[in-house]
């Protein structure tokens, strides 16, 4: 496979369309005022999901893990108004931020914004989605997974992020090391589930795309 370097990453970026101001000042601002910037889904992968959504016109997209919003601003500027996005995030202290993003975008009244534990969110959420986006904790994925699924229409798509982790999910993992140990079993699971055909991405962090049979 080939390794994506500094030169070679710039390169596909300059070679990709223009990233959207707003979510220019979205990350620059996220890199100036927040805590590991580097959760944010960033230029390449933000455009991936709004190609993505501009490609299968999803009217209910879920997304677990809003961070700061780019992915959720990403995938309503792929989608059509009738769309609804609902995006969850555990930290209440972000939510001032990514509203004035979600608002300066002109996206409120596509994207919903729920506040708490997404698996307490999801049973709540009495919509059939037609895509998911999943990038929260990891120690969790394969229990978003389950709890998502019910939900998913048969032939919908899960987007899985970090599944690559940094190359992790191939060195040696300590065993306290959590994080990578839920990618890992996350992997494997969804490698080994007949309910659905699966395709492992190396975009940024790796991106597993799931499809319901």
């Not at 839920?182 to 969804?190: D, P, Q, R, S």
Request: aromatic share 8%.
């Amino acid at each position: 496979m080939l390794e994506i370097n500094k030169e070679l990453e710039d390169y596909i970026l300059n070679h990709t369309e223009e990233e959207d101001q707003i979510l220019k000042n979205l990350s620059r601002e996220t890199h100036v005022k927040m805590l590991r910037p580097r959760m944010l889904s960033g230029h390449l992968q933000g455009k991936f999901l709004k190609m993505i959504c501009q490609m299968m016109n999803p009217k209910r997209v879920l997304e677990i893990g809003t961070y700061t919003g780019y992915s959720a601003i990403s995938m309503a500027k792929g989608t059509s108004d009738d769309c609804e996005i609902h995006t969850i995030d555990h930290n209440d202290e972000l939510e001032y931020f990514t509203r004035k993003f979600i608002k300066q975008a002109n996206c409120e009244n596509k994207i919903k914004f729920h506040i708490g534990d997404a698996l307490e969110i999801i049973p709540t959420l009495d919509e059939k989605f037609d895509m998911v986006f999943i990038d929260a904790d990891k120690r969790q994925y394969i229990e978003y997974f389950e709890a998502i699924f019910p939900k998913l229409k048969q032939g919908g798509f899960i987007l899985a992020d970090d599944v690559l982790w940094d190359g992790k999910v191939i060195d040696h993992v300590d065993p306290n090391d959590r994080q990578t140990q839920g990618i890992l079993a996350f992997n494997e699971y969804i490698q080994k589930d007949d309910r659905v055909e699966n395709l492992m991405l190396p975009i940024r962090h790796g991106l597993m795309m799931i499809r319901k049979k």
